[in-house]
């Protein structure tokens, strides 16, 4: 029998190399919410003009700066033409939240309501089923794989920072989740609102061939989904 070749590195070496690598990737590890904060608290100053990460600090701070009643009653569904409303939570409605990596939101759902696919480019999803029954699920970047689970009053479910995702309201009840997530404004990009109802708008000859159909196809979708001039 051959003897196994004995590795070329001497042990010390491979841990030197490993302890080194890990060093390398812990502070990008660190950084994959938002960054840190440099004192207790900064309060947005939601009308300051100065441009920074995030949003300027107020002089004069309250507890109503940390403080929000707006989940406590359903949204109205009836605002949106999918059956579903967002309520958020972020630093624009609770300015204490500046700096802080951290906000809620409450999404409602009529039976058959859906939070069409989206994803959050700042932030994992955490959330907690209030009531009613839902489908729910994720599709991963590497191989489009489908992550999906029907959940349940009190159920969880995690939807990756970045992942495509999206809920359904599979029951005949009015369906209720609270969601978590690891920044202070998540940032939400719709799929079909980002190509079909950008201004100005994505060309036509890009969305036949992304979506291979015709432009017919493309324009129809478009008129549902422009947004609504008054
Ligand atoms: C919900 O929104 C619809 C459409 O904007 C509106 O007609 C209705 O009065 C709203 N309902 C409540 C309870 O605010």
């Given at each position: ?57 107020k002089a004069t701070v309250t507890s109503d700066d940390f403080y929000f009643r707006g989940l ?48 959050h480019p700042r932030a994992t999803e955490m959330i907690f089923v209030l009531q009613g029954t839902l489908d729910v699920g994720f599709v991963t970047a590497a191989g489009n ?86």
């Amino acid at each position: 029998m051959a003897a196994i070749p004995s590795s070329p590195l001497h042990p010390l070496a491979i841990v030197v190399v490993v302890v080194a690598a890990m060093l390398i990737l812990l502070p990008s590890a660190s950084l994959a919410g938002d960054a840190d904060l440099l004192q207790d608290i900064c309060v947005a100053d939601l009308t300051s003009t100065v441009k920074v990460n995030g949003f300027a600090c107020k002089a004069t701070v309250t507890s109503d700066d940390f403080y929000f009643r707006g989940l406590a009653v359903a949204g109205n569904t009836s605002v949106t033409p999918y059956g579903s409303v967002v309520t958020a939570a972020n630093v624009v409605q609770v300015p204490g939240l500046n700096t802080l990596g951290v906000s809620l939101s409450r999404i409602d759902y009529t039976p058959g309501g859906v939070n069409p696919p989206h994803t959050h480019p700042r932030a994992t999803e955490m959330i907690f089923v209030l009531q009613g029954t839902l489908d729910v699920g994720f599709v991963t970047a590497a191989g489009n794989r489908l992550v999906a689970k029907t959940l349940a009053a009190g159920d969880v479910f995690v939807f990756p920072r970045g992942l495509v995702h999206f809920q359904r309201n599979a029951g005949d009840a009015p369906a209720a989740v609270v969601a978590a997530f690891n920044s202070q404004l998540p940032g939400t990009q719709s799929l079909a609102a980002a190509v079909f109802a950008a201004e100005p708008e994505v060309p036509d000859a890009v969305l036949t061939k992304a979506f291979q159909v015709g432009t017919k196809e493309v324009e129809k979708i478009k008129s549902r989904l422009a947004p609504k001039k008054s």
